[in-house]
């Protein structure tokens, strides 16, 4: 793909009428960056991971949380008590470590190809803000799913399944409402043509929508995205401003003596047209109801739940064996999470890469169906060019190697997608 990505200097002949070579040359440069990025990233994690193996960082790392909460009172017979410590200074270490490559990404990538926002306070603040919220979730959690493989007896991974079923559904419910503000400004979308369309749209195929929302994403970066939530009856629509030609601020000119967000971001107007046009809004939005219309998100959810019982299943058949312990450096003690750790993620590692591959090619085929579905709207010429504005907005360069495409990309190239709304289009 890199090798795509640096002899690929001139726009192919099938692409000459949907991108120009300016901008051509500036997507093959993004992903460069980005390629190398990833590549230099993913190795340092490799050997970062290797080396915590080799070294015994594991072991070394529960004795230190045993350390740590026995200063605290709490003795070896509190297992979940030095879990948790071990799971805030292990979740403390990958945010350190993470951290230079975070910075690199957000502000020498993102900033030279024009799609970072933050200032570095926001960058830090925002950093900050994300780990205690993580931890706030993640250390009750961890500690009912413990207890409960604790004292469930011969069917606790049943018990445990129902259990993470459950707190994945609260998480997705009350995500967009109480997560997500802590980070993002979430406004209604104004009356006004363009919330009477959708709405008249989600009416059209039952879709229950009962809010839309627009997302300040331009304070973070420039990159555009929407989405809906919810279950049942209470479906919401969120659309990011810089999906939005009429909204995004980086169209807007600041008014005078306006400094933006203050200390928060800084004001960085791009000299360019952003987002897409109402018409262009809806057939995406078209697109993505298809999803929720398909059933493609219950289809997911349940594939999701029926891998993670079979996980559970399988750990609760591996979890008595010593000899994975033990090639861990635990030779005396068998903690629970590390059981879990081990299993999940060294064991279950070549497995999960076939899985991801099969979700993979599963979602391609519902991305080509949600466009159909978007079609059968009457939205194929809006989708159409929305498709090609969005991937210019995002510097998302067509051409890549079938093998990389195959395996990497979870929707189709943008080609094979305009190819099949062509039809329809010219219609």
């Given at each position: 793909?890199?090798?795509?990505?640096?002899?690929?200097?001139?726009?192919?002949?099938?692409?000459?009428?949907?991108?120009?070579?300016?901008?051509?040359?500036?997507?093959?440069?993004?992903?460069?960056?980005?390629?190398?990025?990833?590549?230099?990233?993913?190795?340092?994690?490799?050997?970062?991971?290797?080396?915590?193996?080799?070294?015994?960082?594991?072991?070394?790392?529960?004795?230190?949380?045993?350390?740590?909460?026995?200063?605290?009172?709490?003795?070896?017979?509190?297992?979940?008590?030095?879990?948790?410590?071990?799971?805030?200074?292990?979740?403390?270490?990958?945010?350190?470590?993470?951290?230079?490559?975070?910075?690199?990404?957000?502000?020498?990538?993102?900033?030279?190809?024009?799609f970072n926002q933050q200032t570095l306070g926001f960058f830090f603040k925002d950093a900050i803000k994300k780990f205690v919220v993580t931890q706030c979730i993640l250390l009750p959690v961890t500690s009912l799913l413990l207890y409960i493989i604790k004292?469930?007896?011969?069917?606790?991974?049943?018990?445990?399944?129902?259990?993470?079923?459950?707190?994945?559904?609260?998480?997705?419910?009350?995500?967009?409402?109480?997560?997500?503000?802590?980070?993002?400004?979430?406004?209604?979308?104004?009356?006004?043509?363009?919330?009477?369309?959708?709405?008249?749209?989600?009416?059209?195929?039952?879709?229950?929508?009962?809010?839309?929302?627009?997302?300040?994403?331009?304070?973070?970066?420039?990159?555009?995205?929407?989405?809906?939530?919810?279950?049942?009856?209470?479906?919401?629509?969120?659309?990011?401003?810089?999906?939005?030609?009429?909204?995004?601020?980086?169209?807007?000119?600041?008014?005078?003596?306006?400094?933006?967000?203050?200390?928060?971001?800084?004001?960085?107007?791009?000299?360019?047209?952003?987002?897409?046009?109402?018409?262009?809004?809806?057939?995406?939005?078209?697109?993505?109801?298809?999803?929720?219309?398909?059933?493609?998100?219950?289809?997911?959810?349940?594939?999701?739940?029926?891998?993670?019982?079979?996980?559970?299943?399988?750990?609760?058949?591996?979890?008595?064996?010593?000899?994975?312990?033990?090639?861990?450096?635990?030779?005396?003690?068998?903690?629970?999470?590390?059981?879990?750790?081990?299993?999940?993620?060294?064991?279950?590692?070549?497995?999960?890469?076939?899985?991801?591959?099969?979700?993979?090619?599963?979602?391609?085929?519902?991305?080509?169906?949600?466009?159909?579905?978007?079609?059968?709207?009457?939205?194929?010429?809006?989708?159409?060019?929305?498709?090609?504005?969005?991937?210019?907005?995002?510097?998302g360069f067509p051409v890549s190697d079938w093998i990389f495409s195959m395996w990497h990309y979870s929707h189709p190239p943008l080609l094979e997608r305009l190819q099949a709304l062509k039809d329809a289009k010219q219609e």
């Amino acid at each position: 793909q890199r090798r795509v990505y640096r002899t690929t200097t001139h726009v192919p002949q099938e692409l000459g009428q949907i991108m120009d070579s300016e901008t051509f040359e500036k997507s093959r440069l993004y992903q460069l960056d980005k390629s190398t990025f990833s590549f230099w990233s993913g190795l340092y994690s490799e050997v970062e991971g290797t080396m915590i193996l080799l070294w015994g960082g594991i072991p070394f790392l529960w004795k230190l949380s045993g350390q740590i909460s026995g200063r605290a009172g709490f003795g070896p017979e509190y297992e979940i008590v030095q879990s948790l410590v071990f799971l805030l200074l292990a979740t403390l270490f990958s945010a350190v470590t993470g951290l230079p490559w975070s910075l690199y990404n957000t502000f020498v990538i993102e900033e030279k190809h024009g799609f970072n926002q933050q200032t570095l306070g926001f960058f830090f603040k925002d950093a900050i803000k994300k780990f205690v919220v993580t931890q706030c979730i993640l250390l009750p959690v961890t500690s009912l799913l413990l207890y409960i493989i604790k004292i469930g007896g011969d069917y606790f991974f049943i018990y445990a399944w129902l259990f993470t079923l459950v707190v994945s559904l609260v998480l997705v419910t009350i995500y967009a409402d109480y997560i997500a503000p802590l980070f993002d400004k979430f406004i209604p979308l104004p009356e006004g043509e363009l919330k009477q369309q959708i709405e008249t749209m989600a009416k059209s195929i039952d879709f229950p929508l009962t809010k839309v929302y627009v997302v300040e994403g331009s304070k973070r970066s420039s990159h555009s995205n929407a989405y809906f939530y919810g279950f049942f009856k209470n479906k919401r629509i969120v659309l990011f401003d810089t999906l939005l030609e009429d909204y995004s601020a980086l169209n807007k000119e600041p008014a005078e003596g306006e400094d933006g967000e203050n200390e928060e971001t800084k004001s960085k107007t791009k000299n360019k047209k952003q987002g897409c046009k109402n018409e262009e809004v809806l057939a995406v939005l078209g697109h993505e109801l298809g999803h929720w219309k398909l059933g493609h998100t219950v289809k997911n959810i349940i594939i999701s739940q029926m891998n993670s019982f079979l996980c559970f299943f399988l750990f609760a058949v591996l979890i008595g064996q010593k000899e994975l312990f033990a090639a861990f450096g635990f030779y005396d003690t068998q903690p629970t999470l590390i059981g879990l750790m081990i299993i999940f993620q060294f064991i279950f590692s070549p497995y999960n890469e076939v899985l991801s591959f099969c979700l993979t090619v599963l979602s391609r085929r519902f991305e080509f169906q949600a466009d159909a579905f978007a079609k059968e709207l009457g939205k194929a010429k809006d989708l159409y060019s929305a498709l090609i504005k969005l991937n210019k907005d995002n510097l998302g360069f067509p051409v890549s190697d079938w093998i990389f495409s195959m395996w990497h990309y979870s929707h189709p190239p943008l080609l094979e997608r305009l190819q099949a709304l062509k039809d329809a289009k010219q219609e």
